[in-house]
């Protein structure tokens, strides 16, 4: 019932930009955490950007000043624009949504990831 599927990655030329797309069913965006995460070729997971269910965002200190987190509610997408991208963005991001409920409960959701490679 709850599917993640990220779009959007490619191949871009150092310097330019991508706009990542996570469409969600079975959830409400209003009601997750959410964010983008990536995993590069010899380096650990580790958070992009992420928006809480109140709209609040964070960022890496890599990539502040040129990725945007937002999210379309009526939709149920985030989205995760890449400006001024650098060689070492390339990675597959994920998209990811997560909550807690009562009584310890938690859900956590994974899409599958989309490859960016930026290159010349």
């Known amino acids: 019932q709850v599917q993640l599927v990220e779009s959007g990655g490619g191949l871009v030329q150092p310097g330019g930009s991508l706009r990542l797309s996570c469409a969600t069913t079975g959830i409400h965006v209003t009601m997750y955490n959410m964010g983008w995460y990536r995993q590069a070729p010899g380096k650990q997971r580790g958070m992009v950007a992420t928006i809480t269910s109140g709209g609040s965002t964070t960022y890496a200190d890599s990539v502040k000043g040129r990725f945007t987190i937002s999210r379309d509610n009526t939709k149920n997408t985030m989205y995760l624009q890449m400006n001024g991208l650098k060689p070492e963005d390339t990675a597959v991001y994920y998209c990811?949504?997560?909550?807690?409920?009562?009584?310890?409960?938690?859900?956590?959701?994974w899409g599958q990831g989309t490859q960016v490679t930026v290159s010349s």
């Open positions: 990811n949504a997560g909550r807690s409920g009562s009584g310890g409960s938690s859900w956590n959701y």
